[in-house]
């Protein structure tokens, strides 16, 4: 009796696990989450992005050529000039034997991965272009696409999408789907913020108006700050002349917060590492009294004159920003900048009105075929279509609750597969009440018919089941969101119905049966 008795506790524990994992989804009782519906059935956005990757090679030879500059003046090495090319090659210039000399010794010593694609001399002007290797930059593009991919996931899992769908698309593309996102362009701009933040001073040795007027000094760029007059709405462009040099960026960024001023207008508080604490600490320690411009995606937030040296790592970004704004900009600096910007180059939205039109007809689907199952099995098996009837109810319990305990996404194919699991649980049950009618006619009695029939149905049942099981776990890994969802619940629904029809269904006839081993069976 301890084994029956342990099967009726097991039944009733899953029963009411799965039952305690539902109820959230219609009744607010306990805190826990619902099952979370897909693209299809609550609305939301479909992107497809394409992740300019081209823009991280870029970047890339532009990092290695500062790498460059700052290794040759620390090794008294003079230089006519360092550049990158259209065709993201590097053009480096020198005028002495000794200084081209030094440089040659640099390349071999510190950038063996450099490639010298060709060199020339001509009246003591030596000139070199130097390339990446073809593999580097494959490399740095795939990469590129990667860290977009993570640096997306964690900006919208901090924006709070619940289960969005997030993978790769060939080489240079990201798939986004975005179920129940409310406010649409504020999740696009949120997505396309490439939030790379930098401190580059600003060169007031220099000549603006000459600057703006004929050729940028050497080593500097025109970067804009853009005020908006609150009363007006109109934006006004101030040109700042800032050098190239990058002295920080957000790479060493540990926190950013919204905060709010002396005024109470949202602003943006950062923290950096213990490495970037003590840069920033020297970086303002060396430059007091000069401006230090905190640039933003090329736009400059503020530029600030440093008064003293700031320790402790801390700084403040302000720019007129919406309480919006300051959240989203928060959200973009905590999770990291893009490694290269990305643009939108397909873009659907699915409208909640749709969603419900398809949870309205998925439902009513289910119901009625759910209703024309239950009430063929009583009538052609009798008693014992009852009793699947019952597991019928369970199994579609157990998926429900499948579904909420693991957290995945309901979509419409996937109400399609629960309809299909009601057929393929129904089936497993006529297999063996076909097998039961079998040996009953044979002569045997009722609990021997039983038994026998599970017995010899198993077998196929385990067999049908798991194959299909195989088919679901393909579609899963390589399907898309809404064929993912298929796969979920059909792959629960396959789990249920093998407890429901082997176990299930067979404690019932037992618990039936204990006392009356002779009873004549209904079926």
């Known amino acids: 009796m301890k084994p029956f008795t342990l099967k009726i506790l097991l039944s009733i524990g899953v029963i009411l696990a799965a039952f305690v994992w539902m109820m959230p989804t219609f009744y607010n009782i306990w805190p826990h989450k619902k099952i979370n519906l897909g693209l299809d059935l609550q609305g939301g956005m479909h992107l497809v992005l394409e992740v300019q990757s081209i823009k ?47 440089f040659e010794t640099l390349l071999s010593k510190y950038y063996k991965n450099i490639e010298i694609d060709s060199s020339r001399t001509e009246s003591n002007n030596f000139t070199y272009i130097l390339k990446l290797p073809a593999n580097e930059i494959d490399e740095i593009k795939k990469m590129a696409s990667r860290q977009a991919l993570e640096t997306i996931r964690n900006r919208i899992d901090e924006f709070g999408v619940s289960e969005p769908d997030i993978r790769i698309q060939g080489e240079n593309r990201i798939l986004l789907q975005l179920p129940g996102i409310k406010d649409p362009e504020r999740a696009k701009g949120l997505i396309g913020k490439t939030a790379q933040l930098t401190f580059q001073l600003v060169d007031d040795d220099a000549d603006m108006a000459a600057a703006m007027n004929g050729p940028v000094p050497a080593g500097d760029e025109i970067l804009y700050q853009e005020k ?21 960026d957000g790479s060493l960024l540990t926190n950013a917060r919204v905060e709010f001023d002396q005024y109470q207008q949202p602003q943006v508080g950062i923290e950096f590492d213990r490495q970037g604490a003590k840069l920033f600490d020297r970086i303002t320690g060396e430059n007091i009294h000069k401006r230090l411009a905190i640039i933003l995606d090329k736009t400059v937030y503020s530029a600030p004159v440093i008064q003293d040296r700031i320790a402790g790592g801390k700084a403040v970004i302000t720019g007129n920003f919406t309480l919006n704004e300051a959240k989203d900009l928060a959200i973009a600096l905590r999770a990291g900048s893009l490694p290269a910007p990305v643009t939108i180059i397909e873009e659907r939205t699915v409208g909640p009105t749709l969603g419900a039109d398809s949870i309205r007809m998925g439902i009513f689907s289910a119901i009625v075929g759910g209703i024309i199952v239950l009430i063929f099995m009583p009538i052609y098996y009798k008693k014992a279509g009852l009793i699947a009837d019952l597991a019928l109810m369970v199994n579609i319990l157990l998926i429900g609750g499948g579904l909420a305990a693991f957290q995945a996404t309901l979509t419409l194919p996937g109400i399609a597969g629960i309809i299909l699991t009601i057929g393929m649980a129904v089936d ?53 969101g809404p064929i993912k969802g298929f796969a979920v619940t059909l792959s629960l629904g396959i789990i249920a119905s093998l407890f429901t029809a082997l176990f299930l269904s067979k404690l019932i006839f037992d618990i039936l049966l204990m006392n009356k081993p002779s009873l004549k069976l209904s079926i």
């Open 228 to 248: 908006q007059d609150t009363a007006s709405g109109s934006t006004t462009r101030i040109p700042f002349l800032i050098q190239k040099r990058v002295l920080l």
């Open 428 to 480: 497993a049950n006529v297999l063996i009440f076909e097998r039961i009618r079998e040996e009953l006619r044979t002569g045997k009695t009722g609990l021997a018919s039983i038994h026998t029939g599970f017995e010899r149905a198993s077998l196929t049942i385990l067999d049908a089941n798991v194959t299909t099981l195989i088919a679901a776990a393909v579609l899963y890994q390589f399907g898309t």
């Open 56 to 102: 991280a090679v870029e970047t890339e030879v532009e990092r290695t050529i500062q790498e460059i500059k700052r290794q040759l003046r620390e090794d008294a090495v003079k230089h006519s000039g360092i550049s990158r090319q259209n065709d993201n090659s590097i053009l480096a210039k020198f005028e002495a034997e000794k200084d081209k000399s030094g």
